[in-house]
């Protein structure tokens, strides 16, 4: 069964910089589009940031500029560098694939890592 592993979240100042990885147990990130997303409390989920398969790239406006999201296919992972982070960055963070898996005819995802930015 394919799973995904957030990893790298934590406490963080205003300004700070954080490096997110996200592992997949499969070879589901060689022929998909990846995305970044958060949910931050009482919000929707959100995509935050989103690499092809070609490697194109592109963000939401909130993190443009300080958000950068790079792919390693060979080992099956996505990363998520932030930097300049602010509070409001604070969030539950998820990769999946784009659109998100299902499994079991539900989107399926991983557990997640939580970022706090303090001011």
């Known amino acids: 069964q394919v799973q995904l592993v957030e990893s790298g979240g934590g406490l963080v100042q205003a300004g700070g910089s954080l490096r997110l990885s996200c592992a997949a147990s499969?070879?589901?990130?060689?022929?998909?589009?990846i995305g970044w997303y958060r949910q931050a409390p009482g919000k929707q989920r959100e995509l935050v940031a989103r690499?092809?398969?070609?490697?194109?790239?592109n963000y939401a406006d909130s993190v443009k500029g300080r958000f950068t999201i790079s792919r390693d296919s060979a080992k099956n992972t996505v990363y998520l560098q932030m930097n300049s982070l602010k509070p409001e960055d604070t969030a539950v963070y998820y990769c999946n694939i784009i659109p998100p898996l299902r499994l079991g005819g539900m989107d399926y995802w991983g557990r997640g890592t939580l970022v706090t930015v303090s001011s």
């Open positions: 499969a070879n589901i990130f060689r022929t998909n589009a």
């Open positions: 690499i092809t398969r070609d490697g194109f790239t």
